[in-house]
């Protein structure tokens, strides 16, 4: 049974840092991407930052030079790194995971980010 389990997300004031974490278990086909998606009330899901194989990793405008995302491929674990948080940043952040069978796609259950001003 795959399972997405993610931590770290909370309450902060603009401007502060915050480091979501993602542990992928029982995935057996090989990874094609992981990465960060976030939901905002009233807004579609957009993505954040993935890296796919072979490390190439890709951020949303709004974030680059503000987020970093990083992957230990041994331990199928993946961190988001969020610095110079501003309010516009809320919202509720998915980890994603791309597998080759088919390009299913697996997703953690989601946690809270919430930017102050």
């Known amino acids: 049974q795959v399972q997405l389990v993610e931590s770290g997300g909370g309450l902060v004031q603009a401007g502060g840092s915050l480091r979501l974490s993602c542990a992928a278990s029982?995935?057996?086909?090989?990874?094609?991407?992981m990465g960060w998606y976030r939901q905002a009330p009233g807004k579609q899901r957009e993505l954040v930052a993935n890296?796919?194989?072979?490390?190439?990793?890709n951020y949303a405008d709004s974030v680059k030079g503000r987020f970093t995302i990083s992957r230990d491929n041994a331990k199928n674990t993946m961190d988001l790194q969020m610095d110079s948080l501003k309010p516009e940043d809320t919202a509720v952040y998915y980890c994603?995971?791309?597998?080759?069978?088919?390009?299913?796609?697996?997703w953690g259950q989601g946690t809270q980010v919430t930017v102050s001003s």
């Open positions: 994603n995971v791309e597998v080759a069978y088919r390009n299913y796609n697996y």
């Open positions: 029982g995935i057996i086909f090989r990874i094609n991407a």
């Open positions: 890296i796919i194989s072979g490390g190439t990793t």
